[in-house]
């Protein structure tokens, strides 16, 4: 009987141990994605930022991490090549493929926001297999950008798909107007408060 409660409670232990040693693991995750953003921020070459912002530039804000804001969604692929055509920023216009529906549950809440992918014969190396997720929330305007936020989400094998808030990031538009930036559509306003990743600057 002893032995059976000491398996019992080290099944116990080490199930605690493993859960945040996966935590830890997503934490480094975002701190590194952040760290990866800083650094590009900071570039004169890659920077967004005017030469006078660059001068005092410090770091991005940002929400501190949450797990609670690191969702897997349920994925649906679209059935047939459907375009979606962007309203940006400088009032120009940009399709990308629209590719499939998340759908998840937050603050007691179903929710779903459609992904694109870029139809763009240039891609970014390293981003072939990544999705565009551009939304909006509650906090816009207040203590995030007041034109929403973006995420990069990779393309999932199977019918479920993470979305992790802890890295959303501004368009460039927050920091310039020299940039054209798609506007997030009407389907991806989200009716909560999405308090993690960026802030406003």
Aim: net charge negative; charged share 25%.
């Amino acid at each position: 009987m002893l032995i059976l409660i000491n398996r019992f409670f080290l099944s116990i232990s080490l199930c605690f141990l493993l859960s945040g040693v996966f935590a830890q693991s997503q934490s480094s995750d975002v701190l590194a994605f952040r760290e990866k953003l800083n650094k590009n921020y900071a570039d004169p070459d890659k920077s967004p930022l005017s030469k006078e912002k660059l001068q005092e530039f410090d770091g991005l804000p940002f929400f501190p991490v949450d797990e609670a804001y690191r969702i897997e969604a349920t994925f649906q692929k679209l059935p047939k090549v459907d375009l979606h055509t962007f309203k940006t920023s400088d009032n120009r216009l940009r399709d990308y493929e629209k590719y499939g529906i998340a759908t998840f549950t937050l603050d007691g809440q179903e929710m779903q926001l459609t992904l694109f992918k870029s139809i763009s014969k240039v891609i970014t190396p390293g981003y072939e297999n990544s999705l565009f997720l551009p939304f909006t929330d509650l906090t816009n305007g207040k203590e995030t950008y007041g034109g929403g936020r973006y995420m990069d989400v990779e393309i999932p094998e199977g019918d479920s798909i993470v979305l992790d808030f802890n890295k959303s990031y501004n368009p460039y538009c927050a920091y310039s107007t020299n940039y054209s930036c798609p506007i997030p559509p009407k389907e991806n306003d989200l009716p909560v408060y999405i308090k993690a990743g960026i802030k406003h600057f």
